[in-house]
């Protein structure tokens, strides 16, 4: 089946730097997703991307589809504590249908 | 608006015995979407509903099934429990586009 590649598995920084993240595979896919799940909880959607190419922001978080529509990449910049949890990616082949495919994940750490 | 609601939130089974969890989505959304999370193998997709129909299915086995009602509300059913069924399980609904917003699962031990 379909598998999305994210990298790195962990990240441990520190408060005020910038974190960069990815997703690869080797699907097309005309959808991608990034969300942050904190423990306990589930996942929050933090940014929706719909055409290749395509870069969104959210407040200190930006993220592009990437133009072969293989990848994606998320940036958080200036991090803060509360940045800390586990972020994934997500893409969507079919159109029209809520079937993700999700990412292993990023752990992010920071350290104050 | 209230966000997508999941119940229970912990639950503890024996092997061998059936459970049914709940997930009310959110309000006007009649996509519901099901998925599995494990530290072994992640997010991963379960079924969906829409307008009472599955729409997409995953690929587990037949022990887990689901059904939505005509208010959108969903259900999943895992019969003859296994401990590999351990997992955390989360509801997600959808209005029209991709995106899905997820409730808080449901923690389901087996024992």
């Known amino acids: 089946g379909q598998q999305l590649n994210q990298s790195p598995q962990s990240m441990f920084i520190q408060e005020g730097e910038d974190v960069s993240m990815n997703c690869t595979s080797s699907?097309?896919?005309?959808?991608w997703l990034w969300y942050k799940q904190d423990p306990g909880e589930g996942p929050v959607l933090l940014i929706a991307?719909?055409?290749?190419?395509e870069l969104t922001s959210n407040g200190r978080l930006t993220a592009q589809f990437g133009i072969t529509r293989k990848d994606s990449f998320l940036n958080i910049s200036a991090s803060i504590p509360s940045d800390v949890g586990i972020y994934f990616c997500a893409g969507r082949i079919i159109q029209g249908a809520q079937k993700l495919v999700f990412g292993q994940g990023t752990r992010l750490t920071i350290n104050p | 608006k209230a966000g997508v609601t999941q119940t229970p939130r912990y639950l503890i089974k024996t092997r061998g015995q059936q459970v049914t969890l709940s997930c009310s989505p959110i309000?006007?959304?009649?996509?519901v979407s099901w998925y599995q999370q494990t530290p072994g193998q992640g997010l991963q997709f379960l079924f969906e509903y829409f307008s009472e129909t599955q729409r997409n299915k995953g690929n587990f086995p037949g022990r887990f099934s689901g059904r939505q009602f005509s208010n959108s509300r969903s259900e999943m059913n895992v019969s003859t429990l296994e401990l590999g069924d351990s997992a955390l399980y989360l509801c997600a609904s959808s209005l029209a586009g991709p995106e899905a917003f997820f409730g808080q699962g449901t923690r389901l031990t087996v024992v």
């Open positions: 699907s097309i896919f005309n959808t």
């Open positions: 309000s006007g959304h009649r996509s």
């Open positions: 991307l719909y055409k290749a190419g």
